[in-house]
């Protein structure tokens, strides 16, 4: 049996864009801990797309190729996320690597356009820097009670600060997507 701590599994999956919920659900939950057989572990670490070895804290092999690694288009992890029940994004994973596993590019679709649908995230701890490459995007954010909007367009980019709770959504009925870079 291996255990980890319930903080790090939710951290990881936060980072990954998945639900802490649904993956701590699968495994047994002691107080902060989490207990997991192996075979539970492999399939945790294929699901994260995190080595054993980062999962565990330990130092490995980087998965490098001289100095480059490529993520295929066709490949990366895809998940649409569902907020009062709409969905909202479509997180399309860009490359991610064991050198720098906090590292996590996203490629994200957005599916609302209608400002009464907006839903703050509650801020992350990630830094992250947004780029728009597709449509008119509206970004809300949360700060000190207010919450403020702009407006951006392709080829615009933003800066949010760790716990700065926001949300992005299409501006008009063009679609909107944007690179997110989360470290
Ligand atoms: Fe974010």
Known sequence: MITLTKESLKDWSELRKMLPEEILSQYEVQDDKV??????LKKLSEKLDLSISTILGKSEPSD?????KVSR?????????????????TYNHLVTTN????LMPLRVELHVNDNQSVVLNGGHDSTEIVYVTKGT????WENDGHVYDVDLYVGDSAYIHPGISHSFIAAGEDKAELI???W
């Open 35 to 40: 207990v997991l057989t192996y075979e539970q």
């Open 64 to 68: 490098l190729n001289n100095g480059i």
């Open 73 to 89: 288009a066709s490949e990366g992890y895809k998940r649409t996320s569902i907020k009062n029940g709409k969905e909202y994004y």
């Open 99 to 102: 050198v720098y596993p906090t």
């Open 137 to 140: 995007v509206k970004m809300h």
């Open 180 to 182: 997110a870079i989360n």
